[in-house]
Every structure is written in C-alpha cells, then in structure tokens.
C-alpha cells in the first residue's frame, strides 16, 4: 500500500465496452487496475460530484462496482489539503474493505488528476450500450473550484 503525503496521482481509462470501463489509477508507485462497471451507478459522473464536493469542503466517496466487488474511492478535505484514500472491498461491502493506497496534498495535487480524467471521458462523448451519458455541465465550475483552494 502507498502512503504519501505527495504521491503523484495518475487516473487514464481504455474506451469501454458495453458498460465496462478499464481505469488504471496511480498513486506514486502504487498502480490500481480497476475494471468498473456502469451499473448500478456511473461512476465517472459520481467522480465529478466528489470532486466538487471535496472541493466545497465536504468528504466524498465514490464508489467503483466489479460485480461483485467494488473499489471505494475517499476525498477528504483538511484544511486547505484533501486526503485521498482508494480501498478495496470483497461483495463491495464498504465496511469490511481494505485500504489499497492513500495521498494527501493540496486541492489542485489530489483533484486536479481526477477532474482531467473526467474531462477526458467527456471529450470522448461515450454513448449507449458502451457507457452511459452523463451531466457533465458543471465540469467548468469544478475546475475553478478546485484551483481556488
């Protein structure tokens, strides 16, 4: 497990295939393969609305669905810093989950690579069957946001 408090984090995707996705997500030397499924929830558009949150100042959580198990992403801000943490869960049970890596680091360190990962699939404008459409009307704001802190 990685725990840094700069750890650079690194989140790219392969094009999904009827509603599932392929995420690689680093975390300094830590590399977390998750292959999510858009059901029953879409997970990218959930990032985006954690991210804003965490940059509002409020914990969020994300959570990424294998069916049956589930990867949980934590923002957690402290302060003018957000603590990232990735935990793993058997059954997606959230309660019996193991942490698999963790940074902390400004808004812009901690945010910033899941907001250009968002952005990204956005740009990409993936459509039924292989990923649902999401809002993703307020990414702008987000991005202001997250660079105010």
């Given at each position: 497990?990685?725990?840094?408090?700069?750890?650079?984090?690194?989140?790219?995707?392969?094009?999904?295939?009827?509603?599932?996705?392929?995420v690689?997500?680093?975390?300094?030397?830590?590399?977390?393969?998750?292959?999510?499924?858009?059901?029953?929830?879409?997970?990218?558009?959930?990032?985006?609305?954690?991210?804003?949150?965490?940059?509002?100042?409020?914990?969020?959580?994300?959570?990424?669905?294998?069916?049956?198990?589930?990867?949980?992403?934590?923002?957690?801000?402290?302060?003018?810093?957000?603590h990232?943490?990735?935990?793993?869960?058997?059954?997606?049970?959230?309660?019996?989950?193991?942490?698999?890596?963790?940074?902390?680091?400004?808004?812009?360190?901690?945010?910033l690579?899941?907001?250009?990962?968002?952005?990204?699939?956005?740009?990409?404008?993936?459509?039924?069957?292989?990923?649902?459409?999401?809002?993703?009307?307020?990414?702008?704001?987000?991005?202001?946001?997250?660079?105010?802190?």
């Amino acid at each position: 497990m990685t725990d840094s408090a700069t750890a650079p984090i690194k989140i790219s995707h392969q094009p999904p295939r009827h509603g599932w996705m392929a995420v690689t997500l680093s975390v300094g030397a830590q590399v977390v393969e998750i292959d999510a499924s858009d059901v029953p929830n879409n997970p990218v558009a959930d990032l985006l609305e954690a991210i804003d949150l965490a940059a509002h100042g409020t914990p969020s959580r994300v959570w990424w669905h294998l069916e049956p198990d589930g990867y949980f992403m934590y923002f957690t801000p402290q302060g003018g810093a957000v603590h990232f943490r990735i935990d793993f869960a058997h059954d997606s049970d959230a309660a019996r989950a193991q942490t698999v890596a963790q940074a902390s680091g400004s808004r812009a360190q901690v945010l910033l690579p899941f907001w250009r990962f968002v952005r990204k699939v956005q740009s990409l404008a993936y459509a039924q069957p292989h990923w649902p459409p999401a809002g993703f009307e307020r990414i702008e704001v987000v991005k202001a946001r997250i660079k105010q802190g």
